[in-house]
């Protein structure tokens, strides 16, 4: 059983930087991509951030020059600083990780950007 659990999200004035973590634990054998997506209010959930294995990221256009997604692989770690956030970045965020067979979901963390 694989879990994700996340922090760093809360409240932030426009302007205003937060990170969030996610720490995966459980029997994962391998990991191949990390990534962050989010979801407002009324919306889909949409990707903000991936990482791959091999070195690679991706951002959505709405993110790219503002967040940094690493990650920490000793640690199954992923993170996504957040900076210049803007009250459209206002969402929960979660965390997914997909190994060699699954995927994993964690349990979505809010973050709220006031303007």
């Known amino acids: 059983q694989v879990q994700l659990v996340e922090s760093g999200g809360g409240l932030v004035q426009a302007g205003g930087s937060l990170k969030l973590s996610c720490a995966a634990s459980?029997?994962?054998?391998?990991?191949?991509?990390m990534g962050w997506y989010r979801q407002a209010p009324g919306k889909q959930r949409e990707l903000v951030a991936a990482?791959?294995?091999?070195?690679?990221?991706n951002y959505a256009d709405s993110v790219k020059g503002r967040f940094t997604i690493s990650r920490d692989n000793a640690k199954n770690t992923v993170y996504l600083q957040m900076n210049s956030l803007k009250p459209e970045d206002t969402a929960v965020y979660y965390c997914?990780?997909?190994?060699?067979?699954?995927?994993?979901w964690g349990q979505g963390t809010q973050v709220t950007v006031s303007s």
């Open positions: 990482s791959t294995s091999g070195g690679g990221t």
């Open positions: 459980g029997r994962i054998s391998s990991i191949n991509v």
């Open positions: 997914k990780i997909v190994g060699t067979t699954s995927g994993y």
